[in-house]
């Protein structure tokens, strides 16, 4: 069974980094894209950007070029997302889902990483 | 960028019920369109790709219909477990974007 597993909810104060992680698993992890998902409190989804293991080949939705980076190492079968200065507006809840295969609709979701900058 | 526009906002529905949720893109999407379910406190999970292919192991009462611009969910005859919160995504440009949600909930 195709699985995405997420690290563990993690609480920061504005200005410190952060890296979160997605480890794929029952599937060909070098061969679909990982997109990265926000859901805010209470809000919708936004799709943050997208990066493919294979060759880490990585696009970014306009409203977060600059604002994250996403990685992946393929030896591990995981993928990231990280800041280098969070903010109180970066709250949220993370999801990184698997992008179908040929396509680009999210067939698979991991379980959500909560996000809490607060002073 | 294309905006996905959801409709209605909240859908009160008895059990047993049909719902009807609407989808509109701003521009032609062709049928690079996704619905996708959202529990309280759950991750979202795929129901509908390609407009009106439904997922794995979804049930028949679910079924997508549209292109182009407009596009439609109906679930046949709700069940307890069908009330949640409803997204569309496309997929035909990029960025891919989702819709704002309609909620489900019980009449």
């Known amino acids: 069974e195709v699985q995405l597993v997420q690290s563990g909810a993690e609480v920061k104060k504005p200005g410190e980094s952060l890296k979160i992680s997605c480890k794929g698993s029952?599937?060909?992890?070098?061969?679909?894209?990982i997109g990265w998902v926000r859901q805010m409190p209470g809000k919708g989804l936004e799709l943050m950007g997208l990066i493919y293991p294979g060759d880490s080949d990585t696009r970014y939705s306009p409203s977060f070029q600059g604002q994250v980076t996403i990685s992946a190492d393929k030896s591990i079968n995981t993928a990231y997302l990280q800041w280098s200065s969070l903010k109180a507006s970066d709250s949220a809840i993370y999801y990184c889902a698997r992008v179908a295969f040929g396509s680009a609709y999210c067939d698979y979701w991991g379980q959500g990483t909560l996000v809490t900058v607060s002073s | 960028e294309i905006v996905m526009t959801q409709s209605p906002a909240t859908l009160s529905v008895s059990p047993g019920a049909r719902a009807t949720l609407s989808c509109r893109a701003s521009?032609?999407?062709?049928?690079?369109l996704a619905w996708s379910q959202q529990k309280l406190g759950q991750a979202p999970r795929l129901l509908i790709y390609?407009?009106?292919t439904r997922a794995t192991g979804i049930p028949a009462r679910f079924s997508g219909s549209g292109s182009g611009t407009e596009f439609t969910l109906t679930i046949s005859s709700l069940q307890s477990e069908d009330f949640a919160v409803y997204y569309c995504q496309q997929y035909n440009n990029w960025p891919l974007t989702f819709g704002g949600g309609t909620k489900v909930e019980i009449k």
């Open positions: 029952a599937y060909s992890f070098t061969s679909y894209w």
């Open positions: 521009q032609n999407v062709s049928s690079n």
């Open positions: 390609s407009a009106s």
